[in-house]
């Protein structure tokens, strides 16, 4: 499977933003996927998370009621719709794929990594 990140950019606080993962692949809808952030200097951080057939999504307690995490199988694509933005939203943002089909609060959960979108947030 491979994953590609898309639509990140710079947007003032209080907008949104939503972020598209594409993966390819003939049994990609078979996989979990997680979204996850890094801003400088900070670790990797797990925002959210959605089963395969899409039944099970998490948020992090930092974006929740911001941020919601969803898929369309028929197109191979996971979103995070991204609202309410804070400067402290800013990172770079990756998906990432996990065999099982279910998602990991830990980056070693995953078996794929896309390359990465960045989203900066002005105050």
């Known amino acids: 499977v491979q994953l590609q990140a898309s639509g990140g950019g710079l947007v003032q606080a209080g907008g949104s933003l939503r972020l598209s993962c594409a993966a390819s692949?003939?049994?990609?809808?078979?996989?979990?996927v997680g979204w996850f952030r890094q801003a400088p200097g900070k670790e990797r951080e797990f925002v959210a998370g959605i089963s395969r057939t899409g039944g099970s999504t998490y948020r992090a307690d930092s974006v929740k009621g911001r941020f919601t995490i969803s898929r369309d199988n028929a197109k191979n694509t996971v979103s995070l719709q991204m609202n309410s933005l804070k400067p402290e939203d800013t990172a770079v943002y990756y998906c990432a794929a996990s065999g099982s089909g279910t998602y990991y609060q830990s980056p070693t959960g995953y078996d794929y990594w896309g390359q990465g979108t960045l989203v900066t947030v002005s105050s």
């Open positions: 692949g003939r049994t990609s809808s078979s996989y979990g």
